[in-house]
């Protein structure tokens, strides 16, 4: 059984076929694509199509850039095509329990069993919003970075993004041409080289796996994508450390200045989506079910598979999932031989 839909469902079904063993894809989804379909419209891979492929197909060429969520979706869906993967959806998984050869997945559309079970829920539909102290107060509007739909609405208005990391620059150079921007982040900001985008990421990461490297962490934290180069070459995004709490207009730091807000995007990223496996009580470290790569010694028959570098180097994107799907689906195979 695998659970989930996106990129990371569909690379470990694509070697269950290979592998010849019978599994079923349980999707809560509408249609294909995983979040692809939620993304902002101006959101874009770190990398050209040719090096962003799930295992077995290459993605179609795109041009001009690196490709854009419609285009991932599409390959989505003509992937799940091209190799018949059995998708059902929508279904929601409420509860997984049992052991190897004996799990039981309880849905809203009724009881399946498996002998293992392969959770690909990625991460999407947890987003992480951290309490700010005054947040309860401000009367403003926020939303997540999930919820971000572009510009447009933002127009002329005076809008605090909350976050250092890739979303943040991304949807902060956007905002920063139309809006009267304010971002703030809890640390300097950290752009990596202006020339290294998706294929180094996966480069290094793949250096981790064979012991090789070290993260890239130690490099910076923001992917320099175009829009972002131009944003940031144009005097645009200058961040500010983080204010000390909300106010009912907007914020106050800790010099005791206030500046008046009328919309917060926290781009403060999400948190994996495994509720699913909570009465299984596995073993956790920091707040994470313990892994070895996409294995969870804890309870054989149980893998997680595209959470990120926690179960695995680069788990989390298209190029990097397949080699932890293969992994997760030999060990099927030899548990279940």
């Known amino acids: 059984m695998v659970i989930g839909g996106g990129q990371a469902a569909l690379a470990a079904a694509y070697f269950l076929r290979r592998a010849k063993l019978d599994h079923v894809v349980l999707d809560d989804q509408p249609g294909p694509g995983g979040a692809w379909p939620h993304t902002w419209p101006s959101l874009r891979l770190f990398s050209p199509a040719e090096f962003s492929s799930l295992p077995g197909w290459r993605m179609p060429a795109y041009q001009p850039g690196n490709p854009d969520a419609p285009h991932v979706v599409d390959y989505l869906r003509r992937y799940e095509e091209r190799y018949e ?56 509007t926020q939303t997540h970075s999930a919820f971000y739909r572009g510009p447009e609405a933002y127009a002329g208005r005076r809008v605090l993004v909350i976050g250092g990391a890739n979303s943040g620059a991304q949807i902060a150079a956007e905002l920063s041409w139309t809006s009267d921007l304010t971002w703030c982040t809890l640390g300097p900001l950290r752009y990596l080289p202006d020339d290294v985008d998706g294929r180094d990421l996966f480069q290094i990461a793949s250096k981790r796996v064979r012991g090789e490297g070290t993260s890239i962490a130690h490099l910076g934290d923001i992917v320099v994508l175009p829009p972002v180069k131009a944003a940031r070459d144009a005097g645009n995004l200058n961040a500010r450390r983080m204010f000390e709490q909300f106010t009912v207009t907007g914020i106050a730091f800790a010099d005791g200045t206030e500046q008046p807000i009328d919309d917060v995007i926290w781009c403060t990223g999400f948190r994996p989506a495994l509720n699913h496996l909570n009465s299984l009580e596995l073993p956790r470290e920091n707040g994470r079910i313990v892994t070895d790569g996409p294995r969870v010694p804890g309870l054989p028959g149980l893998y997680l598979v595209g959470y990120g570098d926690w179960c695995g180097p680069a788990s989390a994107t298209l190029i990097g999932v397949g080699q932890w799907a293969r992994m997760a689906v030999n060990h099927v195979s030899e548990s279940l031989a």
């Open 85 to 140: 993967i059995p998708v059902e959806r929508p279904v929601r998984v409420r509860r997984v329990s049992g052991r190897l050869g004996e799990f039981v997945i309880e849905t809203d559309r009724g009881t399946w069993a498996a002998d293992a079970v392969i959770s690909a829920t990625g991460t999407w539909s947890r987003r992480y919003v951290p309490f700010y102290p005054g947040a309860d107060r401000f009367t403003g």
